[in-house]
């Protein structure tokens, strides 16, 4: 099997191969460990330069016409010299993992359709998908985002057919050529649960209230109208665009 890893053209042998599905779009993705040699010392250094660099990515098998097939990302890798100096050869095991990459067309939450001109998700070590997006959106659909309840199915088109049951955040601005929003959404917990590193309990206090007092029928129509219109104006940023959508660590 070839693989590109920048200038560094190099043919490896599969030693091990697993495949397992994607958490985010449920596409089986492939794990291999593949081993190759570095004859010459100026290949060895420049594999131990690109495995550094792979972590993310950027390494390609390459299939008809050397053209790149698969993207992968370098897990783990190790080195050993073989032999004994001037006619011994390093040889490189690396553990791979294929790259996904996702491009969201459009996010359709409830009734609403937005088209993303940034995008960015991730999912947690217990499975639970985050994303953010940035969108243009229209004073109509700002409204019925505004009255749209906390928690909404969230389908990622492009990404997944399957609808999700998100928890839903926004802020939103004017900008230059319209108005536009960035949206938070994570995956609602069947119940609440309490870990080491996140708490996933309810932290909107508004929205408790008005639950409370619309049960009790303090409320009508209007004031709850009036209510999430307070809050959709407590979001309002001056850009949406000031910030990264995923830190890097």
Known sequence: MKFRAGELEFNATIAEASESPSPQTGDPLRTLTIQFRAQKVPMHE??????DQRRSGGLFSLGDADQPDLEWRVRESTSSFVGTEPWGINHHI???????????????IGALSLEPYDYAEAVSDEGVLRLAARAPI????????SMNSDVVPVQRVGISDMSR???LTYLWAHQSDGLAVVIRCVDAAPEPRLTLDSATLAEDALADLISVLSAKRVLDDADLAHLRRLRHNARHVSSVDGWPLHQQD
């Open 94 to 108: 690396w553990r791979i993992e294929q790259v996904e990459r996702l491009a969201c067309a459009r996010l359709v």
């Open 46 to 51: 420049q594999a131990l330069i690109e495995a």
């Open 165 to 167: 049951r998100m928890t």
């Open 138 to 145: 229209s004073p109509t659909d700002l409204d019925a985002l």
